[in-house]
């Protein structure tokens, strides 16, 4: 069982950054992988970032990709994802998600664990 716990969402400029965090509890962290997906208002859940838990392997949506940046500390039980260039289509609600398969990959129901999500609004 994992308990996750989002923090960081809010309102940033276009082009502004934002660091979102996730702490997670329960037990065997590394055994995780952990991803991070969004969902806008009207849209479908889409995901945004993954990384594994031992070999610390990267996936990236194509919107993601060069702009945000996904990272974990074991021993600390969290994961990061650092959002750079933010446009205002970047706004959702982001939430932390964990699969305890080794490549879940960008299919969210392989995730069994989720947190309660965090709100990023880019606006001017």
């Known amino acids: 069982q994992v308990q996750l716990v989002e923090s960081g969402g809010g309102l940033v400029q276009p082009g502004g950054s934002l660091r979102l965090s996730c702490a997670a509890s329960?037990?065997?962290?590394?055994?995780?992988?952990m991803g991070w997906f969004r969902q806008a208002p009207g849209k479908e859940r889409e995901f945004v970032a993954s990384?594994?838990?031992?070999?610390?392997?990267?996936y990236y949506a194509d919107s993601a990709k060069g702009r945000f940046s996904i990272s974990r500390d074991n021993a600390k039980n969290t994961v990061a994802l650092q959002m750079n260039g933010l446009k205002p289509e970047d706004t959702a609600v982001y939430y932390c998600?964990?699969?305890?398969?080794?490549?879940?990959?960008?299919?969210?129901?392989?995730?069994?664990?989720w947190g309660q999500g965090t709100q990023v609004t880019v606006s001017s």
């Open positions: 998600a964990a699969s305890s398969l080794r490549y879940p990959g960008n299919y969210s129901p392989s995730y069994g664990y």
């Open positions: 329960g037990r065997s962290f590394s055994g995780y992988t």
């Open positions: 990384i594994t838990g031992i070999d610390y392997i990267l």
